[in-house]
Antibody
Framework: EVQLVQSGAEVKKPGESLKISCKGSAHSFTTYWIHWVRQMPGKGLEWMGMIYPGDSDTRYSPSFQGQVTISADRSISTAYLQWSSLKASDTAIYYC???????????WGQGTLVTVSS | QSALTQPASVSGSPGQSITISCTGTSSDVGGYNYVSWYQQHPGKAPKLVIFEVSSRPSGVSNRFSGSKSGNTASLTISGLQAEDEADYYCISYISSSSRVFGGGTKLTVL
């Protein structure tokens, strides 16, 4: 079974930068799209964007375009989600998920809680 | 893209069946057979229960089933059990560059 392991919880101040990670199994990481999903406190899931680690082709939801950057390092089977200047409204749990060829998210990371507070 | 429309909550008694709807447009739910459903228990990551509208992953109970009519997909859970109490989300393919989730439905087993 494919496993995605995310980096640990973060507590940051507004205006700070942050990069969280999602590490997958080496043998298949580069051949599937990796998605990022936001879940704000007590709220639903929101699709943020996706990356194909094989060539770093990246697509964003219009709601998140320009607000975050998705990247990947195929050599270490890791995808990233980063912010250059955090806001309190970025406080949420962020999940990565692998999308299979039939568009199902068949593997999820455990989630990374990001708390932004002064 | 606007979120797909799901009822905020549904409830049922043990043993009963419930259905959760997921309404979109001809550009998402109605245009493709790529709707999947996820179950999320509090404090846990989502778990796939249905993909491609009506396919069930191995290991998921056959009490879970999916269907679609026009722009509305549906998840039905039969023989409700206490462990089914959770939040449920649909998601649809829109294009090679986009996906959209439903707002989520809280299932309460009475």
């Amino acid at each position: 079974e494919v496993q995605l392991v995310q980096s640990g919880a973060e507590v940051k101040k507004p205006g700070e930068s942050l990069k969280i990670s999602c590490k997958g199994s080496a043998h298949s990481f580069t051949t599937y799209w990796i998605h990022w999903v936001r879940q704000m406190p007590g709220k639903g899931l929101e699709w943020m964007g996706m990356i194909y680690p094989g060539d770093s082709d990246t697509r964003y939801s219009p709601s998140f375009q320009g607000q975050v950057t998705i990247s990947a390092d195929r050599s270490i089977s890791t995808a990233y989600l980063q912010w250059s200047s955090l806001k309190a409204s970025d406080t949420a749990i962020y999940y990565c998920a692998r999308e299979n060829v039939d568009y199902r998210f068949d593997s999820w990371g455990q989630g990374t809680l990001v708390t932004v507070s002064s | 893209q606007s979120a797909l429309t799901q009822p905020a909550s549904v409830s049922g008694s043990p043993g009963q069946s419930i259905t959760i709807s997921c309404t979109g447009t001809s550009s998402d739910v109605g245009g493709y057979n790529y709707v999947s459903w996820y179950q999320q228990h509090p404090g846990k990551a989502p778990k796939l229960v249905i993909f491609e509208v009506s396919s069930r992953p191995s290991g998921v109970s056959n009490r879970f089933s999916g269907s679609k009519s026009g722009n509305t997909a549906s998840l039905t859970i039969s023989g409700l059990q206490a462990e089914d109490e959770a939040d449920y989300y649909c998601i649809s393919y829109i294009s090679s560059s986009s996906r959209v989730f439903g707002g989520g439905t809280k299932l309460t087993v009475l």
